[in-house]
């Protein structure tokens, strides 16, 4: 009862202050129409912000729990170190040496690329003849 109450209370000031400004300007029936819609905005407002107050608050306290819970743990924090080493640290060196008969480079099948030379072999006077040519037209 008491939250409804709370929310009751916010909706009336809502209408409260919508009447007043409303009313200046607008007739009473225009501003009290307003102001029931201002109730009902107000009311919805204080009972969504109330939902997020109470959830917030009850994640704190499970958070709260929670680190009670941790802080009770907390002095075996440090105590215990798990680690795996491989078995086979050969492998290990292995994988880290290079091999020799990937560095003679045998037959891995790369060839490097010769593109062919963008130099003409003409006549200069062939290629002044052939650019006149193609302007004419």
């Not at 008491?2 to 007739?27: D, H, P």
């Not at 009902?40 to 107050?53: E, S």
């Not at 743990?73 to 020799?100: A, C, V, W, Y």
């Amino acid at each position: 009862m008491g939250k409804l109450r709370i929310n009751l209370m916010v909706g009336a000031l809502g209408f409260v202050v919508t009447f007043l400004f409303t009313s200046i300007n607008n007739l009473y029936m225009t501003s009290f129409i307003r102001a029931l819609f201002a109730f009902a905005i107000w009311f919805i407002l204080a009972v969504v912000f109330r939902w997020v107050i109470v959830i917030t608050t009850s994640t704190s306290h499970a958070e709260a729990d929670e680190e009670s819970a941790l802080e009770s743990t907390h002095d075996q924090r440090g105590t215990h170190f798990d680690l795996k080493l491989p078995m086979d640290s050969e492998e290990i060196n292995d994988l880290l040496k290079p091999k020799p008969e990937s560095s003679n480079g045998g037959d891995t099948g790369f060839t490097p690329l010769n593109p062919p030379k963008l130099v003409s072999a003409q006549d200069p006077e062939q290629l002044a003849k052939a650019v006149r040519h193609l302007t004419e037209k």
